[in-house]
């Protein structure tokens, strides 16, 4: 039997922008919440990058299955109207800088006074407190500050960016869990309460191989170690060449140390002292990489990753976006999807990555054009007749 998603009864106000927020509240979409998402007039941030190239792309992805509103939040009848949606909602979630809802006289000192029930859930860079509360804050300033660039590179080179928005993700991820906790402590108090995740905080734990190694040393190691292990406590954990490529191998413990030897048919390397121990091999990782490499090189990567996966070595072919976009375990399980869009047309777009025993993902419905839900919103749901609707469209409240 076809059970119901978990927060079918639940309604979001979205506030959310470019990733943290948005994503934050995609999860809860995708898990059956009534997501409202509510733009300034001129849309939001990530929105308004899609006059950039493939920059629509983003948006799409992370608005899925929300409804579309336009709200003048510095005008006074459009702070009524977000006060309406409070009343009747469950969450209000939001990733502006701290203090901007509370300069707009939307804060949750406010919106806790009319509906004691909200949750009212905010990401920000650094938190709503502390000495970097109010430093702007972005997924690459975030990853300077909490160490992430720090560790990434190589130990001969400047430090880069990790490649995705971690940083961003991390927070909305997070996010998510701080609203999906107080939910669930709401059903036995029946109060709201506010939550506050900081991105900062949010990575840290991440950094975990890399702060072994730091701590291990007394910081004397360089903290940048390539495609190695972060804590340089693995070996061989790297990325090697093939023919048409490369290919990521791990050997966690003797069992998949003594798998890789037997897929290289060198048998003499389990008793050359070098590599006798994970210590030894962490001792001599160049010698492991460079007797590893050499075998790589020889192959196609599609090639070696089935030989590897018979020896069942941990590994996988570096693939491009191209190979991922187009990945059949992911379109197999419905988590990537090829969805018409109407503004983008043809493009992959994504579930979510949580799953629900007894209910089927639901079915993607495309990102709404800017304001598309007004009239539903704001006519059906908060009882708008349509001539103050057309009256607050040309006082520019939405």
């Not at 948005?22 to 997501?35: E, H």
């Not at 991440?206 to 701590?215: D, K, V």
């Not at 791990?250 to 121990?277: N, Y």
């Not at 493009?347 to 629900?356: A, D, K, T």
Request: contains cysteine; hydrophobic residues 40%.
């Amino acid at each position: 039997m076809q059970r119901r998603h978990p927060l079918e009864d639940i309604t979001v106000v979205d506030l959310g922008q470019i990733y943290n927020g948005s994503y934050a509240t995609f999860l809860m979409a995708m898990a059956g919440a009534r997501v409202i998402k509510v733009e300034p007039r001129e849309g939001e941030h990530l929105r308004k990058r899609g006059n950039v190239g493939g920059a629509g792309l983003p948006f799409a992805m992370l608005n899925s299955n929300k409804h579309s509103v336009t709200l003048n939040l510095k005008h006074a009848r459009g702070r009524e109207l977000l006060f309406e949606m409070v009343k009747r909602g469950d969450v209000l979630l939001e990733n502006f800088a701290p203090g901007a809802m509370d300069r707009l006289g939307c804060g949750w000192s406010t919106l806790q006074k009319i509906n004691p029930r909200l949750i009212y859930a905010q990401g920000s860079g650094y938190g709503l407190s502390g000495p970097y509360r109010n430093y702007p804050a972005m997924d690459l300033t975030v990853q300077a500050m909490a160490g992430v660039m720090s560790v990434t590179g190589y130990a001969d080179r400047p430090p880069v960016k990790a490649g995705p928005a971690i940083c961003d993700f991390f927070g909305g991820v997070h996010l998510f869990g701080a609203v999906m906790t107080t939910l669930y402590e709401r059903e036995k108090t029946g109060a709201g309460r506010a939550v506050d995740v900081s991105m900062q905080e949010a990575v840290y734990a991440s950094l975990s191989s890399n702060l072994g190694l730091y701590y291990g040393s007394g910081g004397e190691k360089p903290m940048r170690t390539g495609n190695r292990h972060g804590g340089l406590a693995e070996s061989p954990y790297n990325v090697y060449p093939t023919k048409d490529g490369f290919i990521a191998i791990i050997c966690v413990g003797e069992t998949h140390w003594k798998s890789l030897v037997s897929a290289m048919q060198r048998p003499e390397l389990l008793h050359d002292p070098r590599f006798e121990s994970l210590k030894t091999r962490v001792a001599h990782m160049d010698d492991v990489d460079a007797i590893v490499g050499d075998f790589t090189q020889r192959f196609a990567k599609q090639q070696l990753f089935e030989l590897l996966q018979k020896h069942r070595v941990p590994c996988a072919p570096v693939r491009d976006l191209d190979e991922v976009v187009n990945d059949p375990h992911l379109h197999a399980r419905g988590f990537l999807q090829w969805l018409d869009h109407p503004e983008l047309g043809r493009i992959p777009v994504p579930n979510s990555p949580l799953r629900f025993e007894g209910a089927e993902p639901l079915p993607i419905r495309p990102s709404r054009k800017l304001g598309e839900d007004n009239v539903a919103v704001y006519g059906d749901w908060l009882g708008i007749s349509k001539s103050e609707i057309a009256a607050l469209q040309a006082e520019g409240v939405i």
